[in-house]
């Protein structure tokens, strides 16, 4: 299993730390722009090139990352929708099965639809996350056992269009599932503090050698940064941020099938 560090990190712990390393490294940008004020090569250098290059750079960066994030979070926000579609689809379907299948497998699409709201609840709790994809895996294979049965004994267009119907949700479930844990990579954030660390630290060095005290600008620049980039992390968790795909289209589907039994 992929071990991810960042995401099992509360995100005010995340940003606060990023805040701190940001400050500590325009404050040691600012040491070496003290030591350097009387420096030769500095005369014959646009200071502005090196930390214009490098938060121009930041930008780019931080605008890739958050398309990134953006696009996950769409795509399992589609999800969503496309899972409760199937679902529905396939209990619908159930009603055209004979004698007593169709009673079986509601019941038994209902669970399964039970088990798929609460694996948004999961986090990141790994004994948790198992044991819906037990639940899960579980209430696939009585399914299709019964759709087995059925097809051995009704083997007519009907039953091929439920088995399809039952296919699909098993489908749009995996993809789900796929979705949510397809996260961006540590390495680009990674990356990300890197570049904001050097970033803030060359505005301090050329702000220092300018004798312009800048712990001001580097303290706003790095909570700025730490915003951003804690924004971008809260979009890409999306079992536990603040930031959540809405789980309206699953919830408002069991309500309907809850009010269609009685």
Do not use: C
Not at 56 to 72: E, H, I, K
Not at 84 to 97: D, F, H, Q, V
Not at 175 to 197: C, D, M, Q, W, Y
């Amino acid at each position: 299993m992929k071990i991810e560090v960042l995401y099992g990190l509360h995100l005010f712990l995340i940003v606060a730390i990023l805040i701190t390393l940001l400050i500590l490294s325009g404050v040691v940008g600012m040491v070496l722009g003290h030591w350097q004020i009387k420096a030769k090569w500095l005369a014959d250098v646009e200071t502005n090139f090196i930390p214009s290059t490098i938060l121009g750079l930041l930008a780019l960066v931080l605008g890739f990352t958050f398309s990134m994030a953006v696009s996950r979070y769409d795509t399992r926000r589609d999800q969503i929708v496309k899972e409760a579609n199937s679902i529905g689809t396939a209990y619908l379907r159930a009603e055209l099965m004979p004698d007593q299948y169709p009673e079986q497998i509601k019941s038994l699409i209902k669970h399964y639809l039970d088990v798929r709201i609460q694996f948004h609840a999961v986090k990141d709790d790994l004994i948790k996350d198992e044991e819906i994809a037990a639940h899960t895996a579980k209430f696939q294979t009585e399914i299709w056992k019964l759709m087995v049965d059925i097809s051995r004994t009704h083997n007519t267009p009907i039953t091929a269009l439920t088995v399809a119907a039952m296919n699909e949700m098993f489908d749009a479930g995996s993809e789900r599932t796929f979705a949510s844990k397809n996260r961006i990579p540590e390495l680009v954030f990674l990356l990300l503090f890197l570049v904001a660390g050097i970033g803030v630290a060359s505005m301090g060095f050329i702000e220092s050698v300018r004798n312009e005290k800048p712990f001001f600008n580097v303290v706003v620049l790095s909570i700025l940064f730490a915003l951003v980039i804690g924004l971008i992390l809260d979009i890409d968790r999306p079992q536990k941020g603040f930031i959540q795909t809405n789980q309206l289209p699953l919830l408002e589907l069991r309500e309907s099938l809850n009010q269609e039994s009685r």
